[in-house]
T-cell receptor, first 116, second 113 residues
Framework: GESVGLHLPTLSVQEGDNSIINCAYS??????FIWYKQESGKGPQFIID?????DKRQGQRVTVLLNKTVKHLSLQIAATQPGDSAVYFC???????????????FGEGTQLTVNP | NAGVTQTPKFQVLKTGQSMTLQCAQD?????MYWYRQDPGMGLRLIYY???????DKGEVPNGYNVSRLNKREFSLRLESAAPSQTSVYFC????????????FGSGTRLTVV
């Protein structure tokens, strides 16, 4: 459980470097994963997704890697820019839910700071 | 612009007061959700509505009620606010079939004193 004063994991990088943000997920039955970016004072925004039948997916400057063996997800950001500074959340869709709508479970997030 | 609209953006309540947070989406999504976000924590699901006419409890439903007024609107009500409900509240929506990504609103920052 959470406790008062618990800090988000943080990652600080230099502008232009590549960033890797990691996430461990909990449910081996999850079949869909998403990375969200949340800037200060805003709601989370979709970055990239991946389904469990894939190991890797690339977008513009971002790559998501999925290792189902160890239930690990990572987000790689190439040539990190100051505008990439934000909190990044991974989310998993728990398969087998008896609802017509999908339900995502979110990780705690990682604060990425890009230094100029 | 298409998306999820939440009102109000900020609210201060006294303990015991009630209020309703409003959410509307114009993307014709079937499913809608209410999350709360506390410092240093991820998003926790309060209630969701898989489709118009249905609502279900999420992870932290105590102290809240919801109404799916129509396909577009999903409101969250605090009947008797408590300091523990101080948080940022996010509404989200998604298509129910074949698309799992959520679109989030910009949030309501609620303080209960």
């Amino acid at each position: 459980g959470e406790s008062v004063g618990l800090h988000l994991p943080t990652l600080s990088v230099q502008e232009g470097d590549n960033s890797i943000i990691n996430c461990a997920y909990s449910n081996s039955a999850s079949d869909y994963f998403i990375w969200y970016k949340q800037e200060s004072g805003k709601g989370p925004q979709f970055i990239i997704d991946i389904r469990s039948n894939m190991d890797k997916r690339q977008g513009q400057r971002v790559t998501v890697l999925l290792n189902k063996t160890v239930k690990h997800l990572s987000l790689q950001i190439a040539a990190t820019q100051p505008g990439d500074s934000a909190v990044y959340f991974c989310a998993e869709n728990k398969a087998g839910e008896e609802t017509s709508g999908s339900r995502l479970t979110f990780g705690e997030g990682t604060q990425l700071t890009v230094n100029p | 612009n298409a998306g999820v609209t939440q009102t109000p953006k900020f609210q201060v309540l006294k303990t015991g007061q009630s209020m309703t947070l409003q959410c509307a989406q114009d993307m014709n999504h079937n499913s809608m959700y209410w999350y709360r976000q506390d410092p240093g924590m991820g998003l926790r699901l309060i209630y969701y509505s898989a489709s118009e006419g249905t609502t279900d409890k999420g992870e932290v439903p105590n102290g809240y009620n919801v109404s799916r007024l129509n396909k577009r609107e999903f409101s969250l009500r605090l009947e008797s606010a408590a300091p523990s409900q101080t948080s940022v509240y996010f509404c989200a929506s998604s298509r129910s079939q074949g698309s799992y990504g959520y679109t989030f609103g910009s949030g309501t920052r609620l303080t209960v004193v």
